[in-house]
């Protein structure tokens, strides 16, 4: 049996080796042979096997909370569907998936929503992960392709990560990293975060900046490479478009160093340090992660990071590159089916009527639907306010993770149909299902996920699965036969599902996307089981995929040029005020997963920190009367958060930081997402989880 396969957690996506004895994982260690990870692990990776066991599945269907047999279960989804989609019309019914699951189960539910029962509001927890870098990308390259590869980091000069914790969030890589300076001591690293972090031990320089002042530090970049003759004169004129318009931006947000140094809170020294690295160093890599998508101006801050890179023509080469690190193991996979409620399919978009009627040809879809639907935030208002009727969730866990969190729970409540896929037995969102189905998880599902340097790996199938769990795309194509669709769901196995993925990419406009594998259109079972990771694009020129992407200077824009963006730099959306006198900073601690359902129930993964907590710095602590350890609340206009206040100088005064991690089943009241406003980035539609505002109490 083929025991490798890939971790579930992190966008690095580690290939994983298990070890297998009687239906059982008894043990997992790294897959040498993984370009992503070279037999390495983290703590959470190293833990897998430890994560999940018969007692704490959901193992059978419910209805209302009573077992019921699978084929109960479907015929009440399709029928309680089609009753809706026969009242109010397919706009009332939605689905809200996850980076958790496999592209193949992506692609099916995403076929189902758009192409047959006719409704787009089909969106993602991706959403509140990387979609402001999908936007950024498809502003400044023309799609949503991540330039980049990991071998990069072995090449490069300069490293600059921004709004990323990666020792915390992507600790391979990260390692990888650490090992590139000790190999390299020349290499610098620049850390830009308002917080320090285990990350700021590699730095070299670490600016804590002001939350949300990004941008302008990279318009100032901006800026100061034309003051200094270190544009790359030859690049911008031969492969860009809108430079002279972006400087003249960047040069009224960021005239000079003194300014934006005051502006964004950081010492004018260590700012012109950043700047000669930056503007005397080629090969540049610059990381970004939750800090610079979780904003309501996240696309701008992505755009201002871009236009650095196309002003020194730093991308397409070994060593350099704007590189957007994921949260999720299958963001990108999820991207590359449209499982955002913006896209269709293969890279294609609502936005081109062709693209719409290209998919519908290929599908042969009854009921395509012709415009975008709501995004993640928009998706949950209009379930509260009645609109969306039904919905359908998949391997996530809304009511804890988004914004408003009350709020959510609320209109699930009154939801009119919850549909709940899951594999954990309990989640504070199962809790409020009407009809819960029990889901396959790591070490059963059977695919492929697409990780941070768009690698495609395989996750695979070696145990069988508990109870009645059953794969989330035989349950999608389940419903959609009994709506009536059999022929176009009449999948055997997720390679055929891959295959009809892989040709879509292919039809009728191969390559004009950047998001190419049709060469895989017609890959046999044996050798997708035996799948290597592989980057795309996948063609017939590249059977072996691709390491780099605008090697060439050429881009998928209507003019094959790249796009400068002109960025004006936005406060973030909320600010503090009598009431509500701290900023609030939210994030990961290393050795859990999201909203814990997987990762909470490993013994050792709960030592490194076992409760929620709020970290503060010492003079807020004095300020409030708060020491070490003690019980504190946090309250805003739409919630509160309790839990034991840390006291650390790695937190700026005035500032707070609270892990996203707890919900009701792991801490009764200590959500953070209770505290965090609906804003959203007006381009991406992205949350601004990063920068909420809070008062602070003792309790
Ligand atoms: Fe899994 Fe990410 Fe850790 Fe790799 S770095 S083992 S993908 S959690």
Not at 36 to 52: D, I, P
Not at 315 to 326: I, N
Not at 488 to 500: H, K, N, S, T
Not at 514 to 528: L, R
């Amino acid at each position: 049996m083929n025991d490798t396969t890939t971790c579930p957690y992190c966008g690095v996506g580690c290939g994983v080796k298990a070890q297998v004895q009687d239906q059982s994982i008894i043990a997992v260690s790294g897959d040498r042979e993984h370009p992503a990870n070279a037999g390495r692990l983290c703590v959470k990776g190293s833990a897998l096997h430890e994560t999940t066991s018969a007692s704490n599945r959901l193992l059978s269907p419910r209805v209302a909370g009573v077992e019921v047999s699978w084929d109960t279960a479907l015929d009440n989804v399709a029928e309680r569907l089609q009753a809706i989609i026969d009242r109010d019309g397919p706009g009332a019914v939605a689905m809200y998936l996850s980076g958790q699951l496999l592209t193949e189960d992506y692609y099916v539910a995403n076929k189902l929503m758009k192409g047959f029962i006719g409704s787009s509001h089909v969106d993602t927890n991706s959403r509140l992960c990387m979609s402001s870098t999908v936007a950024g990308y498809k502003r400044a390259f023309g799609g949503d392709l991540m330039p980049c590869s990991y071998d990069d980091i072995d090449h490069a000069e300069l490293m600059i990560l921004v709004g990323s914790n990666a020792a915390w969030n992507h600790p391979i890589l990260y390692q990888r990293m650490v090992a590139a300076k000790r190999a390299n001591p020349a290499l610098r690293v620049v850390v830009l975060d308002p917080r320090r972090t285990a990350t700021s031990d590699l730095a070299d320089l670490q600016l804590s900046l002001k939350p949300g002042s990004d941008a302008q530090i990279f318009n100032l970049l901006l800026v100061e490479l034309a003051r200094r003759g270190q544009l790359n004169e030859a690049y911008i004129s031969a492969h860009t478009e809108g430079f002279e318009a972006a400087l003249s931006a960047a040069q009224e947000s960021a005239p000079d160093i003194a300014s934006v140094a005051l502006d964004c809170d950081v010492s004018e020294q260590d700012l012109s340090s950043l700047v000669d690295w930056f503007c005397n160093t080629e090969k540049t890599l610059t990381f970004f992660s939750q800090g610079i998508n979780q904003s309501s101006s996240g696309t701008d801050k992505v755009n201002a990071i871009i236009n650095c890179h196309l002003a020194t023509g730093r991308l397409g080469k070994p060593g350099m590159g704007p590189f957007s690190l994921t949260g999720q193991p299958n963001a990108m996979g999820g991207r590359e089916v449209g499982g955002l409620a913006n896209q269709l399919a293969a890279h294609m978009d609502f936005s081109s009527a062709a693209s719409i009627e290209r998919v519908e040809r290929f599908w042969q879809a009854p009921n395509m639907a012709r415009a975008e639907g709501y995004k993640a935030v928009d998706l949950f208002d209009a379930i509260e306010r009645g609109e969306i009727k039904a919905v359908w969730i998949m391997a996530t866990n809304p009511v804890v993770s988004l914004p408003d969190a009350n709020r959510v729970r609320k209109a699930l409540e009154r939801c009119e149909l919850v549909i709940v896929s899951e594999c954990m037995s309990r989640t504070d969102t199962l809790d409020l299902a009407h009809i819960a189905l029990p889901a396959t998880t790591w070490g059963e599902k059977n695919g492929t996920v697409t990780n941070s340097e768009r690698r495609i790996s395989r996750q695979r199938g070696l145990i069988s699965a508990p109870g009645e769990a059953r794969h989330d795309w035989w349950a999608i194509c389940e419903v959609a036969k009994r709506l009536g669709y059999t022929q176009a769901f009449d999948y055997r196995a997720p390679v055929e599902i891959f295959r009809e993925h892989a040709a879509l990419s292919g039809f009728e406009n191969a390559g004009s996307r950047g998001f190419d594998i049709s060469a895989m259109s017609t890959i046999g079972a044996q050798e997708y089981d035996h799948l290597k990771p592989i980057q795309w694009p996948i063609t017939a020129d590249a059977p072996q995929g691709t390491e780099r992407l605008f090697s060439d200077g050429r881009f998928f824009t209507p003019s094959q040029r790249a796009r400068f963006l002109t960025i004006t730099p936005r406060q973030p959306a909320q600010q503090t005020d009598a009431d509500y006198p701290l900023r609030l900073n939210t994030g990961r601690i290393r050795d859990q997963w999201h909203t814990m359902t997987r990762t909470g129930r490993a013994a050792r993964l709960l030592q490194h920190r076992p409760e929620p907590f709020i970290e503060i710095h010492p003079q807020d602590a004095e300020r409030f009367q708060l020491k070490d350890g003690a019980l504190a609340e946090l309250f805003n206009d739409l919630g509160h958060y309790r839990a034991p206040v840390v006291i650390t100088t790695h937190q700026r005064p005035g500032e707070l930081f609270i892990p996203m991690h707890w919900s009701r089943q792991f801490s009764g009241d200590a959500i953070s997402g209770s505290l965090i406003a609906s804003e959203t980035d007006p381009v991406s539609g992205q949350p601004e989880s990063k920068q909420g505002r809070a008062g602070l109490r003792a309790v």
